[in-house]
T-cell receptor, first 112, second 113 residues
Framework: DAGITQSPRHKVTETGTPVTLRCHQT?????MYWYRQDPGHGLRLIHY???????DKGEVSDGYSVSRSKTEDFLLTLESATSSQTSVYFC???????????FGSGTQLSVL | DAKTTQPTSMDCAEGRAANLPCNHS???????VYWYRQIHSQGPQYIIH???NNETNEMASLIITEDRKSSTLILPHATLRDTAVYYC??????????????FGKGTKLSVKP
């Protein structure tokens, strides 16, 4: 599993509340990614990070922010959750110079 | 990155080889073929990748045609635990953060007893 831990594994929240998902890795990888997966859309990139304090937007970044204050943690924040953000969220790290990604176990988020 | 086409679903008998095809007719010279799979409710799992030579590892073999317009992932002795969605992805090796693998709909492989 490349030492990746996502927390929480499941969360139910209400519309308008802030939510933070955490991705923790133990192998000092530089590149980290947040994806969401929805039926009919497959996996879509939200944000990624290429180092401490270095982040950038992906394909579906609206409504999300990220932070990476230390190498091992990449946080995804929904400032004000909406029902359209109900999804499964996966964190990934890149290992090596190719596109070999290792994914976490995912967080099932339900926004009611 | 080039687009890929995969069958929506396939069945395979347990113990037999599973051959999963992928078409990528617009692949360019510096693009690799990657295969991932996703077992129900888990994160995607890297399987194998290649440029133009056939590749084999402990999980699978990847056969790429000479013109590189198609490839086949081979699971030599499929088990029930190989039931999953298999994604064929074509991508350059960005070598950094810019890479963004495009996961399409993939092929749902069902291995049956």
């Amino acid at each position: 599993d490349a030492g990746i831990t996502q927390s929480p594994r499941h969360k139910v929240t209400e519309t308008g509340t802030p939510v933070t998902l955490r991705c923790h890795q133990t192998e000092n990888h530089r590149y980290m990614y947040w994806y969401r997966q929805d039926p009919g859309h497959g996996l879509r990139l939200i944000h990624y990070s290429y180092g401490v304090k270095d982040t950038d937007k992906g394909e579906v970044s609206d409504g999300y922010s990220v932070s990476r204050s230390k190498t091992e943690d990449f946080l995804l924040t929904l400032e004000s959750a909406t029902s359209s953000q109900t999804s499964v969220y996966f964190c990934a790290i890149k290992s090596g110079a190719n596109e070999k990604l290792f994914f976490g176990s995912g967080t099932q988020l339900s926004v009611l | 990155d080039a687009k890929t086409t995969q069958p929506t679903s396939m069945d395979c008998a347990e113990g037999r080889a599973a051959n999963l095809p992928c078409n990528h007719s617009t692949i360019s010279g510096n693009e690799y073929v990657y295969w991932y799979r996703q077992i129900h409710s888990q994160g995607p799992q890297y399987i194998i990748h290649g440029l133009k030579n056939n590749e084999t590892n402990e999980m699978a073999s990847l056969i790429i045609t000479e013109d590189r317009k198609s490839s086949t992932l081979i699971l030599p002795h499929a088990t029930l635990r190989d039931t999953a969605v298999y994604y064929c992805i074509v991508s350059r090796n960005y070598g950094g953060s810019q890479g963004n693998l495009i996961f399409g709909k993939g092929t749902k492989l069902s291995v049956k007893p």
